[in-house]
């Protein structure tokens, strides 16, 4: 049981911070206008996310 929730710990937390991510590059007003997948794309190449991605 410990280790099934330690799993879904660690998914969450990968989730909550891309989540975050893109919750701050829509409301970055310095950028400009931010659509949709431009926020994916920074989504992805942010260094906590593949930080989290790699050490899985």
């Known amino acids: 049981m ?3 929730i330690t ?3 660690s998914f969450v937390m990968i989730l909550q911070n891309i989540m ?4 701050l590059q ?3 007003r310095q950028a400009g206008p931010v659509s ?3 926020a994916i ?3 992805v190449g942010n ?7 790699v050490n899985k």
Request: aromatic share 16%; no cysteine.
């Open 7 to 9: 799993i879904i710990a």
């Open 2 to 4: 410990d280790v099934l």
């Open 20 to 23: 975050a991510i893109l919750i």
């Open 26 to 28: 829509f409301y970055n």
């Open 47 to 53: 260094p906590v996310i593949l930080s989290a991605l």
């Open 41 to 43: 794309k920074k989504a």
């Open 36 to 38: 949709f997948w431009r």
